[in-house]
């Protein structure tokens, strides 16, 4: 695997999420199981529902999410 070091902050905010996400090895896991990733599908959903709604800016991509977990986004 391509490993990448994070920052302190980035490693830091990471602790801060754990109450949030469990001690699984996964940030985003599956709505199914804690043993995958969070589908591109959900992920796009989430995208798409979030930045459709008036008032909200800005330009996350999905391939930002889906490089993490070394899924295709095509």
Known sequence: PHLV????QALALLEEL????GAGK???PSLLTDLKPMSE??????LTTVHSKPGVK???ELHVFAAEHG????
């Open 5 to 8: 070091p994070l920052a302190p």
């Open 58 to 60: 800005g330009g996350l």
């Open 26 to 28: 996964h940030v985003f």
């Open 18 to 21: 754990r109450p949030l996400t």
């Open 71 to 74: 899924q295709s986004t095509g």
């Open 41 to 46: 599908n959900t992920l796009r959903n989430h």
